[in-house]
């Protein structure tokens, strides 16, 4: 199979993202001695794929789902080419996940108090610590927040400090505002330096545990021999991650800061994506109370 690599056009994420499917397709090729052509993608072929994916490599859903699409769009691309593509593969659907066995670990505020009055002697460890307190103020994506400087800064008063971010996903530009007095003297006084996400999440794991934040829950854990993730009891922290920053401010401030503005702040366009991302499901009675007001007003000025 064949993908056309031109760096200037396409984020380096994709780049990232085709280079492993093009490995996965590989050792599918090797395990059904077989070269897959797109002319003879058809439906039988592509069954036998997605039972590969989820039950021969033991993907997960979401995994499988994306080398899926992965496949679907690529077919597009070849096909602009006038290259000869079975139209049985736009057909293939995606795995159903099912959202109501979704699991969300997140750091509440009283673990994010733990964290911030956690004394750290390690300077490498201290580092990470302020990247977990600024990341859990600001709700932004890791790719994001390990990109700030305090060129994103701006200070309106001692109370107060505004970050500017242009998210790279989006291409949104946001602003965060911060009154947090330990978050601020962080970035006014002592700014974090830069460090890979990979070191970020192994120091939060590391930070989680000295802070105490060790009740067994329920989660899904990478194995880095089999290269997946499996289900199972563990300590909180094992499972904590740069991206639960995120999903932990939103989900916090969810039903005390009005969602259009952590909407803004997160950067989701949609209602139904922010509440399917922080687990909750939309409030119907609320939707139905805003109409039987509006009703009883229509009502009022009629009489």
């Known amino acids: 199979m064949w993908i056309k690599n031109n760096s200037s056009?396409?984020?380096?994420?994709?780049?990232?993202?085709?280079?492993?499917f093009i490995k996965v397709i590989i050792e599918l090729e090797k395990d059904i001695n077989q070269r897959l052509v797109f002319k003879e993608l058809n439906l039988v072929l592509l069954e036998k794929f997605k039972n590969w994916l989820l039950n021969e490599k033991e993907y997960s859903i979401n995994y499988s789902n994306g080398i899926i699409k992965g496949l679907k769009t690529i077919s597009k691309e070849v096909l602009k080419r006038d290259i000869k593509v079975n139209q049985q593969v736009f057909y293939l659907n995606c795995f159903k996940n099912d959202s109501s066995k979704k699991i969300i670990n997140l750091i509440s505020i009283s673990e994010f108090e733990k964290i911030k009055n956690l004394k750290i002697q390690s300077n490498s460890l201290l580092n990470s610590k302020k990247w977990i307190l600024i990341g859990y103020s600001i709700g932004q994506r890791v790719s994001d927040l390990l990109e700030l400087s305090i060129d994103n800064v701006r200070q309106a008063d001692n109370n107060r400090l505004y970050v500017d971010i242009n998210q790279k996903k989006t291409g949104k530009f946001v602003t965060v505002g911060i009154v947090?007095?330990?978050?601020?003297?962080?970035?006014?006084?002592?700014?974090?330096?830069?460090?890979?996400?990979?070191?970020?999440?192994?120091?939060?794991?590391?930070?989680?545990?000295?802070?105490?934040?060790?009740?067994?829950?329920?989660?899904?854990?990478?194995?880095?021999?089999?290269?997946?993730?499996?289900?199972?009891?563990?300590?909180?922290?094992?499972?904590?991650?740069?991206?639960?920053?995120?999903?932990?401010?939103?989900?916090?401030?969810?039903?005390?800061?009005?969602?259009?503005?952590?909407?803004?702040?997160?950067?989701?366009?949609?209602?139904?994506?922010?509440?399917?991302?922080?687990?909750?499901?939309?409030?119907?009675?609320?939707?139905?109370?805003?109409?039987?007001?509006?009703?009883?007003?229509?009502?009022?000025?009629?009489?």
């Open 9 to 20: 056009r396409i984020k380096p994420n994709t780049i990232k993202f085709y280079s492993v």
């Open 180 to 303: 947090d007095k330990v978050v601020i003297d962080i970035i006014l006084n002592s700014f974090p330096h830069k460090i890979s996400n990979s070191k970020f999440n192994q120091d939060i794991k590391k930070i989680a545990e000295l802070a105490e934040i060790n009740q067994i829950v329920e989660g899904y854990k990478y194995d880095g021999s089999k290269k997946r993730s499996y289900l199972g009891q563990f300590p909180k922290y094992q499972l904590l991650s740069s991206h639960d920053l995120r999903r932990s401010f939103a989900t916090n401030y969810f039903g005390k800061i009005e969602t259009p503005i952590l909407m803004e702040i997160t950067g989701h366009s949609r209602e139904s994506t922010f509440l399917s991302y922080i687990g909750e499901n939309p409030n119907k009675d609320a939707v139905a109370d805003v109409f039987m007001e509006r009703l009883r007003r229509l009502g009022n000025e009629s009489g």
